[in-house]
């Protein structure tokens, strides 16, 4: 999907528009009971006025559901190496963006592994390819060096998402070069561009390429960064809330308060 169906899509129909964002709106505040997975593994990004991209927030308890099937993907794929040299003994998150997912995943890897299955120890690699929405260093950016030892270790990089491939296949590369014998990757979300370019060998979703996925560690960045954008071309704090509320589907009580900041001037 392009910006410019993503901004039609916003130009649509009332009714059209209104059925979209019903069904966007009630998965976001549905208890997790209700929560369809099959809705979130091909989510549409929601748009907003003045805007090329497309904003898709994704919720708690989506992202812990999300990370029990890649979890369970992982669980199959152990099992089946669980006699021979492929089976994965490290797993290292990619901060900050993997910090989350990590997390949960580490629950499910360390605490669920399956009977007669490797144990996979956990650390950390700092990479960083984006400075905020839309916003890309030159090349991926190595903040902190790898926090276990991974020499001759077949080795799980995690990450939130895959969007044009680059960090992914960046990390696949250097953990190469660092010594690990295979490097897997995984990522709960993957993009057009990244799946062409390196794919995910274990993923939950598929979002359209120009679609802004907030995450529950992100949700505050986004909107720091993504606000005076808005503000610069012509929107109020009146209108801002209204996009993060009504729109994307922020709380309204973090959504006032940071607005009260970044308005103050």
């Known amino acids: 999907m392009s910006a410019a169906s993503s901004i039609s899509r916003y130009?649509?129909?009332k009714t059209q528009q209104r059925k979209f964002m019903s069904t966007y709106q009630q998965q976001l505040h549905c208890p997790p009971g209700e929560i369809d997975l099959d809705f979130w593994r091909a989510p549409e990004g929601?748009?907003?006025p003045d805007d090329e991209l497309t904003f898709l927030l994704v919720p708690d308890a989506v992202e812990s559901m999300a990370v029990f099937e890649v979890s369970q993907q992982v669980h199959n794929y152990q099992q089946a190496h669980a006699a021979s040299d492929d089976a994965i003994t490290c797993a290292l998150m990619a901060t900050m963006g993997g910090m989350l997912p990590g997390i949960l995943i580490y629950d499910h890897l360390a605490k669920g592994r399956p009977e007669g299955t490797s144990r996979i120890e956990f650390g950390t690699i700092g990479v960083s390819l984006y400075k905020g929405p839309n916003e890309r260093h030159d090349c991926p950016q190595v903040q902190h060096e790898v926090s276990i030892a991974i020499d001759d270790e077949v080795v799980?990089?995690?990450?939130d998402l895959g969007d044009r491939g680059g960090t992914l296949q960046f990390l696949t590369q250097y953990l190469t070069e660092k010594g690990a014998r295979r490097v897997l990757t995984l990522a709960l979300y993957m993009k057009p561009m990244a799946i062409a370019k390196c794919p995910a060998d274990f993923?939950?979703?598929?979002?359209?390429?120009?679609?802004?996925?907030?995450?529950?560690?992100?949700m505050v960045e986004t909107l720091v960064k993504r606000v005076p954008l808005w503000?610069?071309?012509g929107a109020d704090r009146r209108e801002c809330q209204r996009r993060l509320v009504d729109i994307i589907g922020y709380p309204p009580r973090l959504a006032d308060y940071y607005l009260k900041r970044i308005f103050a001037d």
Not at 156 to 159: S, Y
Not at 208 to 217: F, M, S
């Open 11 to 13: 130009n649509a129909p």
């Open 156 to 159: 799980l990089a995690i990450d």
């Open 231 to 233: 503000r610069e071309r």
């Open 203 to 218: 993923s939950f979703g598929v979002v359209e390429q120009d679609t802004w996925i907030i995450t529950p560690r992100e």
């Open 46 to 48: 929601v748009a907003v």
